[in-house]
């Protein structure tokens, strides 16, 4: 069974940092890559950041490029989101799912696959 948890939102002023944290099986994160996505209110979903479940491949939203990393931690089973330059546009609810990295024509796309979310995690970035 695939559980993913996410942790790690929260309250922070324009400017400052964050780390979100996915948690999930070894053979879930062994299996899958993974991505994270977020929701505003009133706002469709947007896929920010993925990696690859070797973790040597990651993928970046405009959005967030240079801001934000994402890292997969091999022996505690977790994926993390580093969030750094937080602006009050990056205000969301930021969920993890289980997602597909792949390389097309030297582009890398990433889609979220078998519909496996985390609950999600609130950050809230004040102006």
């Known amino acids: 069974q695939v559980h993913l948890v996410e942790s790690g939102g929260g309250l922070v002023q324009s400017g400052g940092s964050l780390r979100l944290s996915c948690a999930a099986s070894?053979?879930?994160?062994?299996?899958?890559?993974i991505g994270w996505f977020r929701q505003a209110p009133g706002k469709g979903r947007e896929r920010i950041a993925c990696i690859k479940n070797s973790g040597d491949t990651t993928f970046y939203a405009d959005s967030v490029k240079n801001r934000f990393t994402i890292s997969r931690n091999f022996p505690e089973n977790t994926v993390y989101l580093q969030m750094n330059s937080l602006q009050p546009e990056d205000t969301a609810v930021y969920y993890c799912?289980?997602?597909?990295?792949?390389?097309?024509?030297?582009?890398?796309?990433?889609?979220?696959?078998?519909?496996?979310w985390g609950q999600g995690t609130q950050v809230t970035v004040s102006a």
């Open positions: 799912a289980t997602s597909s990295l792949e390389r097309y024509g030297g582009r890398l796309y990433c889609t979220d696959v078998d519909n496996y």
């Open positions: 070894r053979d879930t994160l062994d299996y899958y890559d």
